[in-house]
């Protein structure tokens, strides 16, 4: 039987997490730069061939690819970034790196994220639509994931208008997982993201039935032509009115 985009998202990126945990191994003596590098191209070698092979008329859209254009008339768009936190998978024994596969699909004037997967090798795990588990019942003191350095102003804002506190973590695909692990309860980022940091973590947020959105509260809208997507909410759904009281003023 043939897999379904679910399916196959959530094996492209299994795999391509387990190549990635090859090659931390490999390099283990190796300089950071060297692993970064290496880690980069060779899942992106992986993820374009096993498309290309899998779904051969579908777009590619990944960070470490150029920019076909051909994808802004396409039906069907694959969103990829081959290693999300390569300064975290740089350093040995870090878990907070990622993988990200999804699905773009034409649907009207803008389209849709109908697939996305998450991989989160060297926590043996992949959160995959379409059945993405709700995280566990929150905390008493709401917990914001922000970057190592320089968290956001944003997020600050959040944290302060929550009463709550501060997680810090590495890649967007590892916050995002957080938030839908029940490790966190909101992720706001400003200040610099682009489509395929977010689509596969958007779409595993959904289907866990997060809420996702602009930092202004507009949509979220992948497969544009300026690939830049600098910010964005993820939450659990009874906080979102309240951190959107902060990002919108």
Same mark, same amino acid.
């Given at each position: 039987m043939t897999e379904s985009d679910h399916q196959l998202a959530a094996r492209l990126a299994t795999e391509a997490g387990e190549l990635l945990l090859g090659v931390r191994a490999e390099l283990a003596d190796a300089d950071a730069k060297e692993r970064k590098a290496a880690g980069d191209k060779r899942s992106h070698d992986f993820l374009m061939a096993a498309l290309a092979a *899998?779904? /051969?008329?579908?777009?590619?859209?990944? *960070? *470490?690819?150029a920019d076909d254009r051909i994808r802004l008339t396409s039906d069907r768009v694959w969103i990829v970034d081959p290693l999300d936190g390569t300064r975290e998978f740089s350093e040995l024994g870090r878990e907070d790196w990622a993988v990200h596969v999804a699905l773009w699909v034409r649907n009207g004037d803008h389209g849709?994220?109908?697939?996305?997967?998450? +991989?989160?090798?060297?926590?043996?795990? !992949?959160?995959? !639509?379409?059945?993405?588990?709700p995280p566990?019942? +929150?905390?008493? !003191? /709401?917990?914001?994931?922000? @970057?190592?350095?320089? /968290?956001? *102003?944003?997020?600050? +804002?959040?944290r302060d208008a929550l009463g709550g506190t501060l997680v810090e973590m590495g890649s967007a695909g590892a916050k995002v997982?957080?938030?839908?692990?029940?490790?966190?309860?909101?992720?706001?980022? &400003?200040?610099?993201?682009?489509?395929?940091?977010?689509?596969? /973590?958007?779409?595993?947020?959904? +289907? &866990?039935?997060?809420? !996702? @959105?602009?930092i202004d509260g507009s949509p979220l809208r992948y497969n544009q032509s300026d690939v830049l997507l600098p910010d964005l909410i993820v939450c659990r759904p009874e906080l979102a009115?309240?951190?959107?009281?902060?990002?919108?003023?």
């Open positions: *899998e779904r /051969p008329g579908d777009a590619v859209l990944s *960070e *470490e690819g849709e994220l109908v697939a996305g997967a998450v +991989a989160l090798p060297a926590q043996g795990v !992949t959160p995959a !639509t379409p059945d993405v588990a566990p019942p +929150a905390p008493a !003191t /709401p917990r914001v994931v922000v @970057s190592r350095t320089r /968290p956001p *102003e944003v997020a600050l +804002a959040v997982a957080a938030v839908v692990q029940g490790l966190a309860d909101v992720y706001v980022h &400003a200040g610099g993201q682009y489509e395929w940091d977010s689509a596969a /973590p958007v779409a595993v947020a959904r +289907a &866990a039935g997060l809420f !996702t @959105s602009r009115d309240a951190v959107l009281a902060v990002t919108t003023r």
